[in-house]
């Protein structure tokens, strides 16, 4: 196969899986997900070496992942034992941002920062945000991201518009383009997106950009129990009001992610520890946002929220960097796993308060907080032991599930949560996308240990 | 297969395809397609009679195709000679509308103005207008039907958040949920979206509603040329004004709609023929709304607007309702086709110019009008000579496609684009569909002379 790959990239742009010098790209950011032993890592310049690739391990029998830049939660980028990992580091540029069409059109390893960046100088955003701006728009794809922004426009499904991708059999497809809408046939960009890498190598994207909103206004209400904060979101969404962030933190949470980023909110010592949820507003016009602002307070307040603090611009914008950076303050202070159910938004409260019961009965630690918004809640969790930790978390994912949850909001299955989607996943629906996936890939050369199996 | 049938949904809802009474509902509203010849008609209850019924078809060897309120414009509803044609009447129940979460589980006979109805005493509102609101819930899933609100709202993609569907085989399968976002494998309700009854008959939808908007303003703008229709367009959404309707209309078709409407306008004759741009904008605060109509006017009038003309309500109600049923007019006039690409929306006019060039060789006349905002044009072509028909609209989908557009933006592929949608699809990407069709419908059961094939 080395030969074929040296061919494929050229020779310097080829290194066997064991150098020491890429064991940082053998694993994601994923709790509990061993890093795997690739056979190579290959760094392609375009979608003709990519196709290449592809070709040269499928050949050789080898299995393909590819790799953005790692800040994935689920695995989907820890390759297979003997695989071709698949960096697209080289293929970082944006190609064009179109304020007339309110595109841009962006090779897979460009960053979210970059693209949002430039997305800026014309008076738009791409506003996906799924706490790590340095992730990888193709990684980004690949999972089908969220974030905070998401409850008011969308996971990042909602912004894919065309794809360009490599196949298993290294055949280059089209879907899509600059196109606000279409009805031809099924809709394979759509089948793409959140596919983990598992159908194709996306080798290029079409992105929709939003006008920037450069008025905002961001509001913290302690409740007393997360039930009160679950229908005060039904309320604040239901009124119209867009929220651009609508968080719910419990008090550790709130606490650990103060610790972490050195924030001082000032907050009275005993509502530290209460049920939070954060609000942005955005828009085009502050008088506006704060009027907005105006009535939400009014709204959090008749609903039993024990203050309103309206925060200022830089505590704002520090505490909101701060939740979208939980995780690194979970996994500092020793979490065992993160789980990123969800749920629908009315069973937010219901779902947290059995997930903690779970934990008191095999002894785990629950912290959580959510985007509260879309009812996706990450839960930390603390259980070092692992027979006791795998037993929580089946609780934990049993009882979303029973309320009519999903396995995964916005992280992804990967490797990490393969095995919780084929047991509690629609078994018809399983087997459907397991003939799909069969239909694309006969012999199992993309990514074959990650989502569905 | 007749008794069969009968086990199924009962002797008093199965019609043999030959009777008169069912002449109806052979085929739907699509120019040009002939009405089928179904073996029967079945009106089942349940998703267990549907069930029953695919089973029986494929048990006989028999295809399948699912009728809503038969309003689809490209054939999707049509039965192949010999098929059991499944209609959904009966099962037209709105099982609930949760404003908590803010969605609606109906059955897919429900119609858009029913559901939208049933949402409104909740304040919130289905968005999806697609021109017709007679069209089944259905029917506009299968299709993935856009219309005049998906400016701002998006398409009917954009609020399916769950199916449950009867596939091939005859099994129940469930997709999604209340759920505001998920990645947990391969989205299997967005590949059932716009399938057109080809891949499972859904039985059941769950949508998204949105907090309705009360408040409104509607301005008319002529300008001198699509060109600077175009252009306008561009500058609007960019502003961030968020219109709710944003449409194009040349100078015949408007002047076709009003007389089909019976609305004067009291346009001084001149601009009567202009090219048209129709804005509406919606909000929660009317004073919100007027300051944003003094600002849309402004950009118009700096782009070039020959006038603004701010309409009143009633006035505005109508145009947009008269507008909305273009299509009725277009056929009124004698249209022999009607033709729905989509293009990148800055490529509207030019698509527009081509188009009518078209239509100058072949001896076609060709009028417009559009989804501006999305870039999605709809052609009426008339030309009773079949051959020059043909290739007019060879000509007219060639220029669209070499623009980046597409068959279809809002009226599906159906039987009327299949063979469009095969001469200018991406082949790789058509080579793929057709294997996804083959994994999940391997008899060709389902709908075989619609969409990919």
């Given at each position: 196969?080395?030969?074929?790959?040296?061919?494929?990239?050229?020779?310097?742009?080829?290194?066997?899986?064991?150098?020491?010098?890429?064991?940082?790209?053998?694993?994601?950011?994923?709790?509990?997900?061993?890093?795997?032993?690739?056979?190579?890592?290959?760094?392609?310049?375009?979608?003709?070496?990519?196709?290449?690739?592809?070709?040269?391990?499928?050949?050789?029998?080898?299995?393909?992942?590819?790799?953005?830049?790692?800040?994935?939660?689920?695995?989907?980028?820890?390759?297979?034992?003997?695989?071709?990992?698949?960096?697209?580091?080289?293929?970082?540029?944006?190609?064009?941002?179109?304020?007339?069409?309110?595109?841009?059109?962006?090779?897979?390893?460009?960053?979210?920062?970059?693209?949002?960046?430039?997305?800026?100088?014309?008076?738009?955003?791409?506003?996906?945000?799924?706490?790590?701006?340095?992730?990888?728009?193709?990684?980004?794809?690949?999972?089908?991201?969220?974030?905070?922004?998401?409850?008011?426009?969308?996971?990042?499904?909602?912004?894919?518009?065309?794809?360009?991708?490599?196949?298993?059999?290294?055949?280059?497809?089209?879907?899509?383009?600059?196109?606000?809408?279409?009805?031809?046939?099924?809709?394979?960009?759509?089948?793409?997106?959140?596919?983990?890498?598992?159908?194709?190598?996306?080798?290029?994207?079409?992105?929709?950009?939003?006008?920037?909103?450069?008025?905002?206004?961001?509001?913290?209400?302690?409740?007393?129990?997360?039930?009160?904060?679950?229908?005060?979101?039904a309320r604040v969404v239901g009124a119209g009001l867009a929220p651009s962030v609508c968080e719910y933190l419990d008090g550790p949470t709130m606490r650990?992610?103060?610790?972490?980023?050195?924030?001082?909110?000032?907050?009275?010592?005993?509502?530290?520890?209460?049920?939070?949820?954060?609000?942005?507003?955005?828009?085009?016009?502050?008088?506006?946002?704060?009027?907005?602002?105006?009535?939400?307070?009014?709204?959090?307040?008749?609903?039993?929220?024990?203050?309103?603090?309206?925060?200022?611009?830089?505590?704002?914008?520090?505490?909101?960097?701060?939740?979208?950076?939980?995780?690194?303050?979970?996994?500092?202070?020793?979490?065992?796993?993160?789980?990123?159910?969800?749920v629908p938004r009315s069973a937010m409260a219901t779902f947290l308060s059995r997930a903690r019961a779970a934990g008191g009965t095999h002894g785990a630690?629950?912290?959580?907080?959510?985007?509260?918004?879309?009812?996706?809640?990450?839960?930390?969790?603390?259980?070092?032991?692992?027979?006791?930790?795998?037993?929580?978390?089946?609780?934990?994912?049993?009882?979303?599930?029973?309320?009519?949850?999903?396995?995964?909001?916005?992280?992804?299955?990967?490797?990490?949560?393969?095995?919780?989607?084929?047991?509690?996943?629609?078994?018809?629906?399983?087997?459907?996308?397991?003939?799909?996936?069969?239909?694309?890939?006969?012999?199992?050369?993309?990514?074959?240990?990650?989502?569905?199996?």
């Amino acid at each position: 196969m080395l030969p074929d790959l040296v061919d494929a990239v050229g020779a310097e742009h080829v290194v066997a899986g064991d150098d020491p010098a890429v064991a940082d790209l053998c694993a994601d950011e994923a709790l509990g997900v061993p890093a795997g032993k690739p056979a190579y890592v290959v760094w392609p310049a375009d979608r003709d070496e990519v196709a290449a690739v592809v070709r040269a391990a499928r050949a050789a029998g080898a299995s393909v992942t590819a790799r953005g830049a790692g800040t994935g939660l689920s695995g989907a980028a820890t390759p297979d034992d003997g695989a071709v990992l698949v960096s697209f580091a080289r293929m970082d540029r944006i190609l064009e941002v179109d304020p007339v069409d309110a595109v841009a059109v962006v090779q897979p390893g460009v960053s979210l920062e970059a693209l949002d960046a430039a997305a800026g100088e014309h008076g738009l955003t791409y506003p996906v945000h799924p706490g790590e701006q340095s992730a990888s728009l193709g990684g980004t794809v690949a999972t089908n991201a969220g974030g905070m922004r998401a409850v008011r426009y969308g996971v990042t499904r909602a912004h894919v518009l065309g794809l360009e991708a490599v196949l298993a059999d290294g055949s280059l497809v089209r879907t899509g383009g600059r196109l606000a809408k279409v009805s031809a046939g099924y809709d394979l960009t759509q089948l793409l997106v959140g596919s983990e890498g598992t159908l194709a190598l996306v080798t290029e994207v079409i992105v929709r950009l939003h006008p920037a909103l450069p008025c905002r206004r961001t509001v913290l209400a302690p409740f007393s129990s997360a039930q009160a904060v679950t229908g005060a979101v039904a309320r604040v969404v239901g009124a119209g009001l867009a929220p651009s962030v609508c968080e719910y933190l419990d008090g550790p949470t709130m606490r650990a992610i103060c610790d972490n980023a050195g924030l001082a909110l000032g907050l009275p010592e005993g509502l530290l520890d209460a049920d939070h949820l954060l609000v942005e507003l955005a828009g085009r016009r502050q008088e506006r946002v704060d009027e907005d602002a105006e009535e939400l307070a009014e709204v959090l307040g008749s609903l039993g929220a024990a203050e309103v603090f309206d925060l200022p611009a830089g505590s704002a914008r520090r505490l909101v960097e701060a939740r979208e950076k939980a995780f690194w303050a979970v996994k500092a202070a020793g979490a065992d796993e993160v789980v990123d159910l969800v749920v629908p938004r009315s069973a937010m409260a219901t779902f947290l308060s059995r997930a903690r019961a779970a934990g008191g009965t095999h002894g785990a630690r629950v912290l959580g907080c959510g985007h509260a918004g879309d009812g996706n809640v990450h839960l930390a969790v603390f259980q070092p032991d692992p027979e006791r930790l795998a037993a929580t978390l089946h609780d934990v994912f049993a009882a979303g599930i029973a309320l009519g949850g999903a396995v995964s909001g916005e992280h992804g299955v990967g490797r990490a949560k393969a095995h919780q989607l084929a047991a509690f996943g629609d078994p018809v629906a399983l087997d459907v996308l397991r003939r799909v996936r069969g239909a694309m890939d006969p012999d199992g050369t993309l990514n074959p240990g990650c989502s569905i199996r």
